[in-house]
């Protein structure tokens, strides 16, 4: 249990820091006039928003990934 709740803290803090480096990056593509830049990254940084607001559930993922094997 204690290790689901690190691993689980540990995925958010992972994401969090991802999605500061798109939304620095973001920033700098929009400031530089890099159009096509920043659309892809602004699709990067919602997918990473999308995937922190998901529950992490480990055990429902593990047992899913039974079933696909």
Do not use: R
Request: hydrophobic letters at 40%; glycine letters at 0%; charged letters at 20%.
């Amino acid at each position: 249990m204690i290790a689901q709740h690190y691993n689980s803290s540990h995925i958010k803090n992972n994401l969090l820091k991802q999605i500061k480096i798109k939304e620095n990056q973001l920033k700098i593509a929009q400031e530089s006039n890099m159009l096509h830049v920043a659309e892809a990254l602004q699709n990067e940084l919602l997918t990473l928003q999308c995937q922190l607001s998901e529950p992490q559930d480990v055990e429902v993922q593990a047992l899913m990934s039974l079933l696909d094997d």
